[in-house]
């Protein structure tokens, strides 16, 4: 099992940019694809970013790529989204996912509780 905590969201110009951090527990940390999806209200959770267990294939949804970065940290059991040229349809709450396979649907067994972004324009 593991427990994933999300922080670094917050409002942000368009044009701007956020690096988003999840913070794991447990020790098998390595052994978990990485997620990131996001939820704006009244829409559906939309995937943004997956990393493999060693870091080594990323995955990115297509309103994202180019500007979006997912990395992990094994030995700190980390996982970061490094957010670059931020649109105001970024805007939404930020979710940390993690499974044994690697998914780019939001079958997850386990989530975090979100960090909110808010692009103003």
């Known amino acids: 099992q593991v427990q994933l905590v999300e922080s670094g969201g917050g409002l942000v110009q368009a044009g701007g940019s956020l690096r988003l951090s999840c913070a794991a527990s447990?020790?098998?940390?390595?052994?978990?694809?990485m997620a990131w999806f996001r939820q704006a209200p009244g829409k559906e959770r939309e995937f943004v970013a997956a990393?493999?267990?060693?870091?080594?294939?990323?995955y990115y949804g297509d309103s994202v790529k180019g500007r979006f970065t997912i990395s992990r940290d094994n030995a700190k059991n980390m996982v970061y989204l490094q957010m670059m040229n931020l649109k105001p349809e970024d805007t939404a709450i930020y979710y940390c996912?993690?499974?044994?396979?690697?998914?780019?649907?939001?079958?997850?067994?386990?989530w975090g509780q979100g960090t909110q972004v808010t692009v103003s324009s």
């Open positions: 996912a993690a499974d044994h396979p690697l998914r780019l649907g939001p079958q997850y067994d386990y």
């Open positions: 447990g020790r098998t940390f390595s052994s978990y694809a």
């Open positions: 990393v493999s267990q060693s870091g080594g294939r990323t």
